[in-house]
């Protein structure tokens, strides 16, 4: 089956440093899209990006499908942002993969 | 809009009894719901695939008979854990998408709040 990494596992950040998250996949896939988990567990839709570029304030998302990968900019970031950045892609076959996720710390 | 509400939102229970879990879109319609579980730390892994008004499709290792689901209306998806065990404690999350997005080719998956159940 498909796999998902996201890298990198875990990061720490000054507050207002900028920081790109990666996802990488090792299939062709239909669509994807970034979530933020926060620390009560509630996932945040950020981006539906199956391909192109998207801007939402201080965060970014591009997704290149045909090299199978996408990245999630942060910039200034607070300690707000922080907690558990998922990528998810749906399959051929409608099945929906969570990467491992980054977790990241933004620090006053 | 795209709400999507789970209760209870946690629920502690004995060994050996059932809890049921709701899962309701709160402002569309949705033919697919899904049911995910996330232990400590880790990522969300897929249990079933609920559809409106047919079985659910469960993925491989998830026992059916455990984690009953039903899809009764456009609105709504329970997940029973039947016979609970410590080891079926976990945080259960369940997802929706929008039936008019999904006609337009947009398959965004909106998740709940989720529900944390421990079983002693």
Known sequence: ?108 | GAVVSQHPSWVICKSGTSVKIECRSLDFQATTMFWYRQFPKQSLMLMATSNEGSKATYEQGVEKDKFLINHASLTLSTLTVTSAHPEDSSFYICSARDQRKVLAGYNEQFFGPGTRLTVL
């Open chain 1, 1 to 108: 089956g498909i796999q998902v990494e996201q890298s990198p596992p875990d990061l720490i950040l000054q507050e207002g440093a900028n920081s790109t998250l990666r996802c990488n996949f090792s299939d062709s896939v239909n669509n994807l899209q970034w979530f933020h988990q926060n620390p009560w567990g509630q996932l945040i839709n950020l981006f539906y990006i199956p391909s192109g570029t998207k801007q939402n304030g201080r965060l970014s998302a591009t997704t290149v499908a045909t090299e199978r990968y996408s990245l999630l900019y942060i910039s200034s970031s607070q300690t707000t942002d922080s907690g558990v950045y998922f990528c998810a892609v749906e399959t051929s076959y409608d099945k929906v993969i969570f990467g491992p996720g980054t977790s990241l710390s933004v620090i006053p």
